[in-house]
């Protein structure tokens, strides 16, 4: 019973493990790039560190995005949403259901004759907008938290704590 281990602080012990360049939230590491790469070539770079583009699905995981992750305003970076297979069928390359879109407005275009198929996050409110894939851009991944601490981990405690005093941990 979730009400059960909240009362008694059950929750409050788990955390969330991830490497020292990665930064942990809601269960999953996020690690900002800016290394200049071609959306399969982003993607095939978020697959070596274990993870794959980033995927968004809220407006609270957005927001941690462009505020903690070291995102400027100025940034333009591929996300893992993409219509490669089904033309304005967007899909997340790790499989994970399109909860949530941000999109920019007038996106997405697909108003010339290029195909733009791959999603870019960018500006100051980090909005979506589709792009031809062959362009080089920097890139976000996303990969889940491990349980346990890696050398150098980075954690992130229940963010429960963080509103309320927790003297017994």
Not at 114 to 120: K, R
Request: proline share 4%; with cysteine.
């Amino acid at each position: 019973n979730s009400s059960f281990s909240f009362l008694f602080g059950l929750d409050l012990l788990k955390t969330d493990f991830c490497p020292s360049h990665w930064v942990p939230y809601g269960g999953n590491c996020y690690y900002l790039v800016r290394d200049k790469k071609m959306w399969r070539d982003a993607l095939a770079a978020c697959h070596r560190e274990g993870g794959d583009l980033a995927s968004i699905h809220n407006i609270e995981e957005q927001s941690f995005i462009i505020s903690q992750t070291g995102y400027l305003p100025t940034d333009v970076l591929w996300i893992g949403l993409n219509d490669q297979r089904n033309q304005l069928l967007f899909e997340w390359s790790d499989h994970s259901h399109v909860t949530f879109t941000q999109w920019l407005t007038g996106e997405p275009s697909h108003v010339t004759n290029i195909q733009e198929d791959c999603v870019l996050i960018r500006g100051k409110d980090g909005r979506w907008a589709d792009h031809t894939c062959e362009k080089t851009y920097g890139y976000i991944c996303k990969k889940a938290a491990s349980i346990s601490p890696a050398a150098g981990a980075h954690t992130e405690d229940n963010p429960g704590c963080k509103l309320v005093r927790c003297p017994f941990l």
